[in-house]
C-alpha cells in the first residue's frame, strides 16, 4: 500500500495543530523525531506506518496545556485517523504508542503496560530529541519559560525525586541534566539509539565541562 498520502495529510495536521505550541514541542520538534524514527527504523523490523504515524502525533496535545488531561492527545490521533480510514490496527497500536510514550510514565515502572518495537523506536527518537546539541537549547528554553536560573552552585541535584516533587521542582537548569538528561542514554531500546546517544551524551558532557570552567572564570 502507499501510505504517502496518508503520511502528507499527518504533516498537515499536526503542523496546523501545533501552529502555536510551546517552543519544546512545536512542529519542528516533532519533525525532528520524525526524521530520527526513520533513521532507527532502517536498523529495526518495525511496522513503517504504525513509527511513522506515532511520531508525528505522539505531542499532538500536550497534557501541559489540558490541564493534565493525558486523554486528549490519543483522542485527537484517533480522531484524525479515523478520518483517514486508517484501519483499527494500526490506529490501536499507534494510539498506545502515544499513551506509554513520557518520561514521566517510564518513572513509573509498574505502570508500564504495554511495550512493542515500534513504540521503543519512536520512544528512542523523542529521547534523543532532549540530549546533545538540541536537548541543551531545549532545556534551556524549557528554563528561561519558567524564569529558572541557569545553574546555583547551591543548589544541588536531586536524583530522588517523586512524580510530584520533579513536576514542582523549581531548580536551575543544569539540575536537569543530573536529574533526567544525562539518565537518558541508559534508557535507549535500540542498537541505533544506544549508538545515537553516546554521541550526544558526550557532547552534553564536554558541555558542562565548559559551563564550569567559565562559571569559575578559568
Ligand atoms: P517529553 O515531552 O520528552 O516527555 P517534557 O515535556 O518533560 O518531556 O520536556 C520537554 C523538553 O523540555 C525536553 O527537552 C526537556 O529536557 C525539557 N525540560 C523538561 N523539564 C525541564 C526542566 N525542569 N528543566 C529544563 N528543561 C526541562
Ligand atoms: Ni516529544
Known sequence: MNYEPL???????????????????????????FHTTKLISQHEEVDALVVQLAA?????????????????????ATNFLKSQQVNEATIEHVVQIIQHMSFK??????????????LETVQDADRLD??????????????GFKNRALYDP???????MTKEEYKKSNAP??????EKLLLLKEKMNTETG?????????????????????????
Request: no cysteine; net charge negative; charged share 25%.
Open 7 to 33: 503520511i502528507q495529510n499527518t504533516i498537515d495536521f499536526v503542523k496546523e495543530t501545533l501552529q502555536n505550541a510551546e517552543g519544546g514541542h512545536d512542529w519542528f520538534h516533532v519533525e525532528r523525531v
Open 105 to 118: 510514565n517510564s518513572l513509573d515502572k509498574g505502570s508500564v503496560t504495554f511495550s512493542s518495537k515500534e
Open 130 to 143: 532532549a540530549m546533545g546539541a538540541i536537548g541543551i537549547a531545549r532545556a534551556f528554553n524549557y528554563g
Open 194 to 218: 544506544k549508538r545515537l546517544a553516546q554521541e550526544r551524551h558526550q557532547f552534553m558532557l564536554d558541555y558542562l565541562e565548559q559551563f564550569y570552567k567559565e562559571w569559575n572564570g578559568e
Open 154 to 160: 547551591d543548589v544541588p541535584p536531586n536524583l530522588k
Open 173 to 178: 537548569t543544569i539540575n536537569h541534566f543530573y
Open 56 to 76: 508525528l502525533l505522539h505531542d499532538i496535545a500536550d497534557p501541559k496545556f489540558y490541564n493534565g488531561d493525558e486523554s486528549i492527545g490519543p483522542g485527537m
